[in-house]
C-alpha cells in the first residue's frame, strides 16, 4: 500500500503556512470558516444582475428622461428630488435582538469600518417597484416602516424627502397623465424581477446594474453567502495608448501638416523666382501649385493618405452638445434654432475646405494613369501643358514646382534636381541669346533652356 506525504495536509493548512491567512482560531476568519466553510475550499463566483432588473432600471431611466426633454417644469421639479448621499439601512431583526450592528465592511477583514449606501436615481426607482404609487396596486407594502431602520437620517426627514416627495411627483397627473396605466406596466415589470422586494434593495440593485457594485457568491462546503462589494463610483484615468488606436490619427494629423509645410515652402520658392525674374514666368504654371508639386515634393502616398483623411472628416457627422432642460442631448447642428450666422458659416466652410482636400486623390490617380492614357492626358489634365515634347524652355517658378531649383551666373544655369538628386550645368551661347533678345523674345532670357 503506498504512502502519501500530504495525506494530512488541507488547503487551509496551506494557507496559513504561507501566510495567506494569518489566524482562524477567532474573530470575523473563524466566523466565516464555521458558517461557510474552510480557506481553500470556498468557491467565489460572479452573479449577473437579473435581466428583468435591468429593464426595468433602464425602462424607468428612459422614459423619466424623455418626459424632461419635453418638460421644463417636469425637469426642474425631478432635479428638486432630494438625494440621499449617505445614509445606512440597519434590518429590523437586528434592532429587535437588542446587539449593535454596523452597516457595510468586507467579510474577509478582522476589523472592518462602516459604510455607507450613496444615492442617484435610487429613490424614484424604489418608490416605483414597491408598487408605492398606485393605490389600487399598492394593497401590502407600507413604505414609512422602512424610516426607522435608516440610520442617519430622521424618521420625518426620510418619510417627507425619501418618500412623499418623490410619490407626489410621481403622482402628478399634469407630468405624467394616467399614471394608473402608466405605473402598473412598471411595477409588473418589477414584480417580475423581484417578487418580494423593497425599498432600499431596489436602491442597492440600481448601483449594481449601473456597475457601481459587483455582487458575488461564496460557495464552501458548510453553507453559501451573497455578498454586494462596496460602491466604486466612475473615475476619469486616461486611455491606454495600447488599447486604443488613436496613434492612427495622430500620424495621419502630422502626414497632413508635413504635406501643408511643403506645399507653403515651394509656394514660397516659386514666389521669391517669380520676384527675381521680374514677373517673367508662365502665369498659368502657378495654378498647379497643388497638382505637381504634391507629386514631386510630397509623393503620391502622403496624398493618398491626406486624400483619405478629408474623406473620413467629410462622412463624419458633426455633434453638438446642447443644453435640453436640465440635462444635456446631443443635437445635429443642421437642425438647431439657435445657431448663429457665424456658426453655420463656419460649418460651412469647413466642409468647402475638406471637400477641396479631396482632390489630392485625383491628383494621384491622375498621374499615375498617365502611363495607360498616353497622348490622351493632355485632354484632362492641365499640368501636361507645359510637359510635352514641345517645350523648349521653362521658367525658374515652374521649374521649382517640377522639382527643379536653378540659379544662373551670366549665360550658365546651375540646377539641381530634387527628384534624381542630381546637379545639371547648361550653358547657352551668347548667339542664341542675342537672337532672342532681337526677336523681342525677352522673357526667354530668364527662363531656362531644355536640352536633350
Known sequence: MGQFAFANVSMESVVLQNGTVAQVESGAFATFRDTIGPFGSVDVKHVAVPPSVVRFVLHVKDTMTLLRTKSLSLSAE?????????????????????QVYGAGGNIMCPES????????LWVLTAVIALNMVVPSVNT???????????????VDVCQALMLDRPLSFLKNSSYFGDNEVWFSTMA???????ADVRN?????????????????????????INLLSTNSPDVDSLVNPLEVPVNVASYIRYACLYVTSAI???AFLSTLYLLVNR??????????????????????????????????????????????????????????????AIDQSMRF??????????????????????????QYTTAYMFKCHFMVWAVYYIDPASAVINGMLSIQVKNTFYIFDVKVWRLFVIDEPNLKRKRLHDEGAVHLLQAIPLTD
Open 200 to 224: 432600499v434593495a431596489v436602491e442597492v440593485f440600481h448601483t449594481a446594474r449601473s456597475t457601481q457594485r459587483e455582487v458575488i457568491s461564496l460557495q464552501g462546503d458548510r453553507g453559501t
Open 140 to 154: 401590502t407594502h407600507e413604505g414609512t416602516a422602512l424610516c426607522p431602520n435608516v440610520v442617519g437620517v430622521s
Open 78 to 98: 425631478y432635479s428638486a428630488l432630494y438625494d440621499p448621499s449617505e445614509f445606512c439601512y440597519i434590518p429590523a431583526s437586528w434592532f429587535e435582538s437588542g
Open 188 to 194: 409588473a415589470l418589477a414584480a417580475t424581477a423581484q
Open 264 to 266: 507653403i515652402c515651394v
Open 349 to 374: 466652410f469647413k466642409t468647402f475646405l475638406a471637400a477641396g482636400e479631396v482632390s489630392w486623390l485625383g491628383f494621384v490617380l491622375s498621374d499615375m494613369l498617365i502611363v495607360v492614357t498616353h
Open 113 to 120: 469600518t462602516t459604510w455607507v449606501l450613496e444615492g442617484g
Open 279 to 340: 514677373g517673367y514666368v508662365e502665369g498659368l504654371n502657378m495654378l498647379e501649385l497643388n497638382r505637381v508639386a504634391g507629386v514631386v515634393w510630397v509623393g503620391r502616398t502622403l496624398l493618398f493618405v491626406r486624400g483619405l483623411a478629408a474623406i473620413s472628416l467629410l462622412s463624419t457627422q458633426v455633434l453638438t452638445l446642447t443644453p435640453v432642460g436640465y440635462q444635456w442631448g446631443i443635437s445635429d447642428p443642421r437642425v438647431m434654432v439657435d445657431e448663429t
